[in-house]
């Protein structure tokens, strides 16, 4: 049995052999995308180094370094200094972002009084124009419609008072025919 156990025995020296190739290229391709400031990505070192994605998933060390990469900075070529990293990129974009959205809401903003105020300046060159007091207008309309809602109150209650009068009536009437009986 000792030629089963030798073939067993080479075979995993073989494997052993094998990942420590894979290991060797996954470490020259991060050092090259170090020297030449390339993207830094699981998929890219994985590829550049000519192995499989879950190669670097099952070792742990090598993703580690990979993720460290990825978030540093990198140098330009040429030694002339830190490149922008992902993180900043990102960070710039979504800054970017922001302030797209607060100045697209400012425009509309200023669209819509642009667009009010030339309203108003057509309406009164036309000579068809309301008066100029639409404020006070405006204010009038909220009195009477409070004015309104009270009086529907005060109709409301009259209503129960005359529903429990009617009642009250009602029940004196049913006394006196009873009464008279």
């Known amino acids: 049995m000792t030629a089963p156990d030798s073939t067993v025995q080479a075979m995993i020296e073989g494997r052993r052999a094998d990942t420590g190739r894979r290991r060797q290229r996954v470490l020259a391709a991060l050092a090259d995308a170090a020297r030449n ?18 190669f670097l998933y099952r070792h742990r060390d090598l993703l580690g370094q990979i993720h460290a990469q ?18 900043s990129l990102q960070a710039d974009l979504a ?3 922001a302030l797209t959205a607060r100045l697209a809401t ?9 667009s009010e105020v030339l309203g108003d300046q057509v309406w009164r060159e036309s000579g068809i124009g309301g008066p100029d007091d639409i404020e006070q207008l405006k204010a009038r309309i909220i009195t009477l419609e409070q004015q309104a809602i009270d009086l529907e109150l005060k109709i409301q209650d009259r209503d129960d008072d005359l529903a429990a009068a009617r009642a009250a009536n009602r029940e004196l009437m049913a006394q006196l025919n009873r009464a008279h009986e």
Do not use: N
């Open 37 to 54: 400031g390339s993207e830094v990505s699981v998929t890219a070192i994985a590829r550049r180094a000519g192995v499989d994605r879950t």
């Open 70 to 87: 990825a978030a540093a900075p990198t140098a330009l070529p040429g030694g002339r200094g830190p490149a922008v990293s992902r993180a």
């Open 95 to 97: 800054a970017a972002d």
């Open 106 to 114: 400012q425009v509309r903003r200023l669209e819509a009084r642009l």
